[in-house]
Each structure stands twice: as C-alpha cells, then as structure tokens.
C-alpha cells in the first residue's frame, strides 16, 4: 500500500510538471505566432509579399508554385497558418510601384523595419530605393538567419549600413546596386560572412 501510494504521488508529479511544461510552451508559441502575424501584417499592409517555409525553394526567393501547408484548411483557420509555419521570405520590392507609379516616398517603412525583428527565421529578403537605408540595415542585421539579400538601387546605403549587419554569418548570396559605398564595405563584408558565395555589386 506505502509503495502504491508513493508511486501515485510520483505519477501525479510527473503529470504536472509535465503539464506545466506544455502549458509553458504553448504560451511561447502563442506569442512567437502573435508577433509573426504582426510582421507580416505590416509587410502586406506595405505592399510586400512573404512566403512561408512551405513555399521557399532557395536563396533566390520562393518560386515553388502551387505550393500548399500539409494541415487541413479547419486547423488553419482555426489557430492560423503562423502557428504552424515560420516566414522564411520578406520581398518589399513591389511595394515601390503601384499602377506603375513609384510610391516610395508615399510609404511610411518604419513600421515595417522595425517588425522584421520578429520573423527570425527569414532566409532571404529583397529591399529596394527608400527602404535601403543605414538606419534599416539595423533591423536586417538582427536576421541571423538570411543567406540572400538583396538591395535593389540603393542610392542612400554607405559603408555604414553595411557595416550593421556584421552578424549575418549565414549569408551566401548579397546584392547591392547603386550605393554609396567603398573598398571599407567589402572589408566588412568579407570578415562577417564567412559563407558568402556569390556577391554582386553594379553601379
């Protein structure tokens, strides 16, 4: 009987701190989903597009058409697809034209940029004009993750913004065109990302 109940104890023990390791986890989760929906929100609010892990086939971007999540639409629609799936593609290019009018100067990014903070897991994003600038280039240095990034005419980036983002070690592709900056940029590339493969600079 004393052993029964020792073993009942122990059991019962095992079961909450089970239960409260799930509880705990959960409640991360639940926050890591908020705040994905929020950065995407804002991206899409902006005009830009991302692409979940499903949908990303390498550095270049998401291009696996009719890609599709493995759970049931119900499941999706009741805890949404952030819960399941992390954003591994930020693309704010188009968000430069509308009815083929440039509408950079009429978009506010800051929102956006200070978003990206929240979807660690990006592997690659596309930036373009205005969104390029030192003071962003914080904001993408916190996305350890990226291996492609690409600066389309970026007239405003300097030597500066390169150098925030010292702390991309996974990058392995990086395009920048029309920038400001120098032979000191391509020294601070070269000594924070090991891994980089093919960098393309124009104008």
Same mark, same amino acid.
């Given at each position: 009987m004393q052993f029964k109940r020792r073993w009942l104890q122990l059991s019962l023990r095992t079961s909450l701190i089970v239960i409260s390791a799930i509880a705990i986890w959960l409640a991360v989760k639940a926050n890591d989903t908020r705040r994905q929906a929020?950065?995407? +929100?804002?991206?899409?609010?902006?005009?830009?597009?991302?692409?979940y892990d499903f949908e990303y086939k390498d550095i270049s971007g998401c291009s696996i058409s009719g890609a599709e999540p493995w759970e049931p639409t119900w499941l999706?629609?009741?805890?949404?697809?952030?819960?399941?799936?992390e954003v591994y593609g930020?693309?704010?290019?188009?968000?430069?034209?509308?009815?083929?009018?440039?509408?950079?100067?009429d978009r506010d990014y800051e929102n956006v940029f200070a978003r990206l903070e929240q979807l660690p897991d990006v592997r690659t994003l596309h930036l373009a004009k205005r969104q390029v600038t030192d003071a962003n280039m914080?904001?993408?240095?916190?996305?350890?993750?990226?291996?492609?990034?690409?600066?389309?005419?970026?007239?405003?980036?300097?030597?500066?913004?390169?150098?925030?983002?010292?702390?991309?070690?996974?990058?392995?592709?990086?395009?920048?065109?029309?920038?400001?900056?120098?032979?000191?940029?391509?020294?601070?590339?070269?000594?924070? +990302?090991?891994?980089?493969?093919?960098?393309?600079?124009?104008?």
């Open positions: 929020e950065a995407v +929100s804002a991206i899409r609010e902006a005009g830009g597009s991302v692409c999706l629609d009741l805890v949404t697809i952030n819960f399941f799936h930020v693309n704010l290019v188009g968000s430069q034209v509308l009815d083929g009018r440039d509408t950079a100067a914080t904001h993408v240095g916190t996305l350890t993750e990226l291996e492609g990034l690409y600066l389309f005419d970026a007239s405003e980036l300097t030597d500066d913004g390169v150098r925030r983002l010292s702390k991309l070690a996974n990058l392995k592709y990086l395009h920048i065109d029309n920038s400001q900056i120098t032979d000191q940029a391509m020294e601070y590339i070269a000594q924070s +990302s090991p891994n980089l493969k093919e960098l393309v600079l124009q104008g």
